[in-house]
């Protein structure tokens, strides 16, 4: 007696579009996740509510108007400052 099971195409290719979804899925999940993780906390960048001298946070490239920072996590101040201050061109 042979005990043989055949594959369809039509299960092979089904199986194989579920597996791709799961995949995809998962990668939009850990993308996500390391873009949520990318700012790094005020105080490691040893920001301050006040100016520098002529560096503020509204004139950095990397301020967000009104009031946060493509760099550093939180509620930043527009006349604020930091050590990654970096001039708007």
């Known amino acids: 007696m042979t005990n043989s099971k055949s594959v369809s195409r039509r299960s ?4 194989a579009f579920v597996l791709a979804g ?7 999940i ?4 390391a873009k949520a993780q990318q700012k790094v906390p005020q105080a490691s960048v ?6 520098n001298g002529d560096q ?3 004139n950095c490239l990397q301020f967000v108007a009104p ?5 550093v996590d939180g509620t930043i ?3 604020g400052w930091c050590a990654i ?5």
């Open 46 to 51: 040893k920001y301050q509510d006040k100016p």
């Open 67 to 71: 009031n946060s920072c493509k760099v």
């Open 56 to 58: 503020r946070c509204d």
């Open 12 to 15: 092979f290719l089904g199986g």
């Open 77 to 79: 101040s527009p006349s």
């Open 30 to 33: 850990v993308a996500k996740d």
């Open 85 to 89: 201050w970096v001039k708007k061109a």
């Open 22 to 28: 799961a995949a995809a899925t998962q990668a939009l």
